[in-house]
């Protein structure tokens, strides 16, 4: 069910030919009403794509009733004739919807530098087919529409006090800060207005999406959408619906993880013992970026030696000399000397855990991350070809 | 000759079994004077090697008569052990060369967190051992000793008037900046004083090591020493004695980038137009940091999407739709939009270069680093294994 299962919404996902397999490639939500509340947060990379460039507009005002997403090309650096595709697609949309263009929110994935007259013509054509095709049990033929190198659709739901949230995303490479690499549509049934809706949205995703880092890599068209329809006439309680949205991003954030390019790990870094929430991410943030730590961990190594001098990078509060590292559950260094033996760590399941206490304070953070593997080495240095 | 190629210097590389092959592991260095004249850079991370710590302390007053070196451990990590370790090193050889233990520094490379009593045994011995075969023509044995992953020693030569300058270099991973991870000695018998000393090192580091970015890790023992015995008679016109130094060290930064590990490009990221030389460094760097450009490069992909994504995650003044990117002397992007064909790239040879113009000033900086190879993921996942 996905972003068909709250009230007021319909979906549908379409084969346009934008994908050369032939699968399905252009999604359209629509938000029947009777709010057209939204919220919408992007990505925070100044090289923008013409979709991102489009939709900040577009959700200026807090209102949007569709979003047309595609895979099989980013729209990004294709100049004016890419925003002007952009332009179109929305235009389109708005007409055969019946709203004004500029309540269309437009979403690419793929390829940047892509976008020439045939992608134009493409998603222009499978936007009137997928609109064709809406459908109140569309939800899933949309998530799967939006899939790139996903090996899944990622979907999920949450029920409230008498609402529903919905969502689909995807997202498997170019995992980052400010956003990771993917497009989410999230909707509700929730009756929420637009300056709630933001604030919820962005208290969700600066927990969950933002600490997601799978390698390092800031996209150029990230974007979270949140529709709300408001057709079970129940306004929730905002700590309530802020926390039940914020389960949600966290359940699909796992579900980019370990579908993450090539990984054979997912590693949740998480900093313990420091002066703030900031300094533990920092520290956190700094280890998921070693590739020297994540080599090793694809080879079964818990490397804390890595994890150290990755640490030593930061300007977090901590004296380098009571240091402790927890992998796996045993702690291979403690005050900065080697404690338990490393050979005890088990790193063969693929979930795995690290934690770090600067013993400087009581905030503690995570950041998840992956391993660097030799997949991940080939299917990004084959993507584009 | 490397380090014994200037006058007043002995050297010598022996075997100490610090190395499980029974190849060389221990060096010194001696510098016979009349001088004693020394400046040392180390590693801008807090957590810092035990034989770190103690080389900043023996460096301060500006004198330095000898070094010891050894590979097979980085006695990081090891507590106040492993300090000891290195205090009794710097003693012995103190006691050896007639020289006050504060005259003595100390560097270790290999794995952190490894640095026991069997190994400060070795090290003492292999101290012992290499003050007994010291010659005039050991610079070569010397440089093979410090060899870690590294698969080809390190040195280089060069002759001002009247004077000559002398290294041997180490590194081969974890090379990043605030120097790259790598043990250089350098050895002139020009007569210099410490502070001119000193300002020549910072001035030929920041303008060479510090910008050879090959995995963006930064190690816990990076040293960069400067002997100089003044043996010739000769004191240098200071600018020129920093050039031939720079030159010199900019030798061995492309030794070192040309060996990095598992890497099958070396690639010049250079950013030009940029509002100042800071900003063209940030650019560059970011771009160096992005694995999927480096895995892009590794498949021969001139994929200029991902350095426009990596150029938007900084804060370098540009427009982000009057970019220009050139790959190999192709422009793939002008003004934000694709130009010639990535066809017309030819990324076969190992020497790559990366052009970004910002067209916001008159600044420009290059970073030299690698591209991400299996290799490279398979060295590292199995180094400590």
Redesign the interface.
Known sequence: MTVTAPKGFRAAGVPAGLKSTGARDVAVVVNDGPSAAAAAVFTS????ANPVLWSERAIADGTASAIVLNSGG?N????SFGFQTTHETAELAGELFGVSAVDVLVCSTG????GDETFRQRVLEGTRAAAGALSGGGGQDAAEAIMTTDTVAKTAVREGAGYTIGAMAKGA??LAPGLATMLVVITTDADVEPPALDGALRAATAATFDRLDS??????NDTVALLASGASGVTPEPGEFTRLLTDLCHDLAGQLQRDAEGASHDVDITTTGAASEAEALEVSRAVS????FK??I??N?P????V???????NAAFD??D?DVTINGVMV?K????HEPAESVDLTPRATTVLIDLHAGDASATIRTND???A???E??????
Do not use: E, Q
């Open positions: 990379n100044r090289c923008k980013a990004c650096y294709t100049g390829l940047i530098g892509t490479g170019m390698d390092g890599c800031m996209s150029t970026r070693s590739n020297l080599a090793a694809f080879g190594d490397n804390w030696g890595r150290l001098a990755a640490a030593g990078t930061t380098p000399h240091l260094c005050a900065g000397t080697p660097l593997t030799h991940y080495v080939h990004n240095s084959a993507y584009s070809s």
